[in-house]
């Protein structure tokens, strides 16, 4: 019965550990007209959901680039600018509570109103409840 019990704990443990773990989801390749290189991927840091462009992304030369995500029903959500003071870049942002999955993320120009590139995860990636 002993062993039994410690056994099961063990199971246990080691399921909880793996259920928990931060993982990591990688997008496709953006596709569009402006923005068509590099990733994005999710990762889960201190609780806090993030999403970050990989480094051969190239930010579109428009004037105002933006990210912006759409869950799994299809709302979209526009977010933080790319560009920011001193031509550096929000390469990594935190989404916000009220964004529930992402599946797609894109880059949307808020000056034009346009799409300017966007990439997929294969599965929507569910936000962890905060």
């Known amino acids: 019965m002993k062993k039994t019990l410690i056994a099961a704990f063990t199971v246990l443990a080691l399921v ?5 773990a ?5 997008s496709t390749k953006f596709e569009g007209a402006k923005a068509n290189t590099g990733t994005v991927s999710h990762t889960v840091k201190d609780g806090k959901n ?5 480094d051969d992304f190239k930010v579109p030369g428009t004037p105002d680039p933006h990210w912006q995500v759409v869950d799994s029903k299809g709302n979209t959500y526009l977010l933080q600018k790319l560009g920011i003071k001193g031509d550096k870049v929000n390469r990594s ?14 880059i949307w120009c808020a000056y034009a109103e346009v799409l300017l590139g966007e990439t997929a995860f294969s599965q929507p990636v569910q936000v962890s409840s905060r």
């Open 16 to 20: 909880t550990t793996t259920a928990f």
């Open 22 to 26: 931060d993982e990591t989801h990688t």
């Open 50 to 54: 993030i999403l970050t462009l990989s």
């Open 93 to 106: 942002i935190t989404l916000p509570a009220y964004v529930q999955d992402v599946s797609k993320v894109q």
